[in-house]
């Protein structure tokens, strides 16, 4: 038995002896929970994410938009001194064009992102716009 390798349709787990595969117990990390929810031993849920974080439930949804800006928007938008988690996911809503998160404009023919203006401050539109124009 010693060096024998599973079939490939048994996964190599972390199981008891001679299960071939997890033993479920509700995940006390959250790579726990991770591998629970790949697995199929638990069903992903924003609010137990956040508990096993010690996260609000809003700083994990930030912390998603925040995570959907294109990286060199984000880096200019850190180097420029915004640091706000509420500002930075403002940014992310108005580039998804999501009602309500800003006013975008568009243009007339093509329906591209001409510029956005929203809820944060007069310097952070402006790096946002002139990042839109240099696209």
Do not use: K
Not at 90 to 113: D, M, N, Q, T, Y
Request: charged share 25%; proline share 7%; with cysteine.
């Amino acid at each position: 038995m010693a060096g024998q390798q599973l079939p490939p349709h048994i996964p190599a787990g972390d199981g008891s002896p001679g299960s071939h595969g997890r033993n479920w117990r509700p995940a006390e990390t959250m790579a726990e929970y991770e591998a629970n929810c790949r697995a199929g031993l638990e069903r992903y849920s924003e609010r137990r994410a956040a508990e096993l974080l010690g996260w609000s439930r809003i700083r994990l949804y930030r912390a998603r938009l925040m995570a959907e800006l294109p990286d060199d928007l984000f880096d200019r938008l850190l180097a420029d001194g915004v640091s706000s988690s509420r500002e930075l996911a403002a940014v992310a809503r108005g580039l998804r064009g999501e009602a309500g998160a800003c006013e975008s404009e568009r243009c007339p023919h093509c329906g591209v992102l001409l510029r956005l203006r929203g809820p944060w401050r007069p310097s952070t539109a402006r790096l946002v716009n002139d990042w839109i124009a240099s696209r």
